[in-house]
């Protein structure tokens, strides 16, 4: 199968064509790109699963263009689900509802909830619109790997696998969305991202986070899965000082490593090779994937600096552990 990477309202409208015909399209979101399908048919969903080769006992996210969609996808939307609609939607954000019998089973893993998520890009919003049904889709890589923030990483995973990848630049925010339970009277939060615990706080009053040990047991049936894996060893360094004595440790060895710092680590470096992942966290989150991707290729080690903090510093860093596989230096 060709696979094209097309731009523009040429791309949307043969994209909306694709879906509409029972294909797989891959479209650009603020957070990651997505792998998308018509929610409400089986047979056209089950073939993101082959494109990406996922156990089918993983749900998908179901993405749609305005608030009225939600309602269809599930059984009841209460004063709390309002609230944090009406604060966070668009936006990356997914909120876990009972679902209603529209959403198909193999949506949803078997589970009686659903994930549905309204993305605050314009593209993604106008695509899922001119498609007139709800998208499943996940990140768009290939089970396992490090999920796409641009249409190269997307082909890089799916050429041959899917005819269209609608490209519409780099996506801003960089690691995917929030994922909220709001099944309960206190929602949890299953994955964190960009929507952090102290924004939800603002509007919600209570919510369950968990730390690692937690995390293991979350009944996100994604988070078993070794995700955002890099081919080559990535450990997570505590300072930059602990950066350093690593990086010179591995390079004696005769290993190629390359350090992963913010803006404000540079000077200490002297000469050693580096990525800058940015100023500020917001930054750091928009590159760290595209780090992670495009590095694997260029060297045998990667270092990438702590930033740990309870904002999105530790949604970044909660990605970039698992990279690691929760190794520290
Ligand atoms: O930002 C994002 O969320 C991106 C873009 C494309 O929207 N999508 C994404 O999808 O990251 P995916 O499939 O790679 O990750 C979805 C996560 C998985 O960990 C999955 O287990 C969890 O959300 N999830 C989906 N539906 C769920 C449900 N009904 N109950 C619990 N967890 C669910
Ligand atoms: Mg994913």
Redesign the pocket.
């Known amino acids: 199968m060709l696979t094209e990477i097309l731009k523009g309202q040429s791309a949307i409208l043969k994209g909306a064509d694709i879906i509409k015909n029972g294909g797989v399209v891959a479209f650009p979101?603020e957070?990651?790109?997505?792998?998308g399908a018509n929610a409400l048919n089986e047979s056209c969903v089950k073939k993101i699963y082959e494109a990406k080769g996922r156990p089918s006992d993983?749900?998908?996210?179901v993405?749609v263009a305005s608030i009225d969609d939600i309602k269809p996808l599930v059984t009841e939307i209460n004063d709390l689900h309002r609230k944090l609609i009406e604060k966070f939607m668009p936006g990356?954000i997914?909120l876990?509802f009972k679902?209603s019998d529209l959403v198909p089973c193999v949506v949803?893993?078997g589970?009686q909830?659903?994930?549905v998520?309204m993305?605050k890009n314009d593209i993604a919003r106008d695509f899922i619109k001119e498609c007139g049904v709800p998208i499943a889709?996940?990140?768009?890589n290939a089970s396992t790997r490090v999920?796409p923030t641009t249409a190269e990483h997307v082909y890089e995973d799916m050429n041959g696998r899917i005819p269209l990848i609608i490209d519409g630049g780099k996506s801003n925010v960089g690691i995917?969305?929030t994922?909220l339970?709001v099944t309960g009277d206190i929602p949890i939060i299953?994955?964190p991202?960009a929507i952090t615990p102290k924004m939800l706080l603002e509007v919600i009053g209570e919510v369950k986070t968990f730390n690692g040990e937690i995390l293991k047991s979350a009944?996100?049936?994604?988070?078993k899965y070794k995700h955002y894996a890099p081919i080559v060893p990535t450990v997570v360094a505590k300072n930059i000082d602990s950066l350093i004595k690593e990086y010179d440790r591995l390079v004696e060895k005769g290993i190629n490593v390359l350090a992963l710092v913010r803006d404000c680590d540079i000077e200490k470096l002297g000469n050693r090779n580096y990525v800058n992942l940015g100023k500020n966290d917001d930054e750091v989150c928009s590159n760290i994937y595209e780090a992670l991707r495009d590095n694997e290729k260029v060297c045998d080690y990667m270092i990438c600096i702590d930033l740990e903090d309870d904002g999105l510093g530790s949604s970044i860093m909660n990605r970039v552990n698992k990279a690691s596989g929760g190794v520290k230096v």
């Open positions: 979101t957070t990651v790109y997505g792998l993983n749900p998908l996210i993405h990356p997914t876990i679902k949803s893993a589970l909830t659903v994930g998520r993305p889709a996940p990140s768009a999920s995917e969305s994922v339970d299953l994955r991202g009944p996100a049936p994604g988070m």
